[in-house]
């Protein structure tokens, strides 16, 4: 039977789909080898996550880099962001959350960290600290938020974001109350190090056309404001 790093690979139909799941021996973050091993339609890893907070946290996001590359990946350079699976995943989270009576944030994360892959994908998590890692219950809706990731689409709106803090709270409430779907979004505290090439490069590494950007006109400070508006009126 098929094996990686000496574990079983397991496969599966899902949603009419041959989906794999494997482990890797290895910090996630620095799995870039991967893009040289798979070329799949979609790559979602899943992942404990960790804040000094600790809040308990189911979130989604874009894994890359949009400067140096602190944790893994490419410097400057940004996964491919599906952004119809990352809003298929956030719905999943918020609604079994809800339905189960779970005490969990369910967010939006910035696109950061490594690998930066030239396929689609995708991190669904688990946090923010050892008590919520053992956690099976919200550990099982992870799990269907995965699965979830690669169920049929809904028509939406897909968007770039950019500005306000790591969690952004506004556009998590856009993109489980109406059609738009966020790919890359770039925080605040990143903006001082981005430029025009890396918000071009976050909209043309997004699987799906991107329609519009969403700027949290208040998250992002003064000074950048008008590298942005210059950046986007290319």
Not at 52 to 61: D, E, N, R, Y
Not at 74 to 96: D, F, I, Q, R, W
Request: with cysteine; charged share 20%.
């Amino acid at each position: 039977s098929e094996t990686f790093h000496n574990n079983p690979v397991y496969t599966k139909t899902l949603h009419n789909k041959e989906t794999k799941l494997f482990f890797v021996n290895t910090e996630i973050v620095d799995t870039q080898f991967l893009g040289d091993l798979f070329k799949p339609n979609l790559l979602v890893f899943l992942s404990r996550h960790s804040s000094a907070k600790g809040i308990p946290t189911l979130s989604v996001h874009t894994p890359g880099n949009l400067s140096e590359a602190k944790f893994g990946g490419k410097p400057g350079k940004v996964s491919v962001s599906p952004a119809g699976a990352m809003k298929n995943a956030l719905h999943e989270m918020a609604k079994l959350a809800n339905e189960r009576e779970l005490n969990y944030e369910v967010s939006y994360e910035c696109t950061h960290h490594g690998p930066s892959l030239d396929t689609p994908t995708m991190f669904v998590e688990l946090g923010s600290s050892p008590k919520q890692w053992k956690d099976t219950k919200a550990a099982e809706v992870v799990a269907h938020a995965a699965v979830a990731t690669i169920s049929t689409q809904s028509s939406c709106s897909v968007v770039l974001g950019i500005g306000g803090p790591h969690y952004n709270k506004k556009f998590t409430k856009m993109a489980l109350s109406d059609q738009r779907a966020f790919g890359h979004m770039i925080p605040k505290y990143a903006l001082s190090e981005v430029n025009a090439e890396i918000i071009r490069q976050c909209i043309e590494r997004t699987l799906e056309p991107v329609d519009s950007v969403v700027l949290d006109w208040k998250g992002i400070k003064g000074e950048h404001k008008p590298k942005i508006i210059a950046a986007l009126d290319v």
